[in-house]
């Protein structure tokens, strides 16, 4: 496996609330990478941190947020959710200086009703 | 707007035949990478390309990169049931280096 862990696999909630997801990568993933996948399409690059700071950020509003700690561990925090933030949030991790590839996590399915 | 384009969409093939995806950007790529995603599973890395006019081959897989760095390509020969699931191509922007683009992805099945 990927050795990347996500938290929940699942999760259900209300429009207007808050969500926080988790992902654990592996020792050495200086660099961890969010993504929202809604079904049948391609994943869509929310932001990327190397280490502790963001570098990367794709077409996501503000209320999309990400934390990333010195364990390898990572945080996408998603305020006054929206029916169509409804997908699966996919994290990966990545090697620095290695071959760019980046290791995917299981997801977390996020509905919003 | 999808930045990223691959065709075709769906491809239904008989085991053996063999199978064709195109990726193409709007916009230069830095690199071209490739990944996999099985029904129900995450994407899983294949390749990265680099080097305009790029080829790289994995046994039965064989990778191109465009000349312009706008398109990719990836061939299978002679697919097999295993073969099942949807590809997608992936880059960074060579002029805006803080944009990662995956394709729309080509959903593959395999009839045994």
């Known amino acids: 496996e990927t050795g990347v862990t996500q938290s929940p696999t699942h999760l259900i909630k209300t429009r207007g609330q808050q969500v926080t997801l988790r992902c654990s990568s592996q020792s050495g993933h200086n660099t961890v990478s969010w993504y929202q996948q809604a079904l049948g399409q391609g994943p869509q690059f929310i932001f990327q941190?190397?280490?502790?700071?963001?570098?990367g950020r794709g077409n996501f509003p503000p209320r999309f947020s990400g934390l990333q700690f010195p364990n390898y561990s990572s945080e996408l925090n998603v305020n006054a959710l929206e029916l169509d933030d409804s997908a699966l949030y996919l994290c990966?991790?990545?090697?620095?200086?290695?071959?760019?590839?980046?290791?995917f996590g299981p997801g977390t399915r996020l509905t919003v009703t | 707007g999808q930045q990223v384009m691959q065709i075709p969409q769906y491809q239904h093939v008989q085991e053996g035949e063999d199978f064709t995806t195109y990726c193409n950007s709007s916009t230069t790529l830095s690199n071209i990478q490739w990944y996999k995603q099985r029904p129900g599973g995450h994407p899983v890395f294949l390749i990265q390309?680099?080097?305009?006019?790029e080829v790289k081959k994995q046994k039965r897989l064989t990778f191109q990169f465009g000349e312009a760095k706008k398109n990719s390509s990836l061939h299978i020969t002679a697919t097999q049931t295993t073969d099942v699931g949807t590809y997608f191509c992936a880059g960074w922007a060579i002029y805006n280096f803080n944009k990662f683009y995956f394709g729309s992805g080509t959903k593959l099945n395999v009839k045994p």
């Open positions: 990966a991790g990545t090697f620095s200086g290695g071959t760019n590839e980046q290791y």
């Open positions: 941190y190397y280490r502790e700071e963001e570098n």
């Open positions: 390309l680099v080097k305009s006019g």
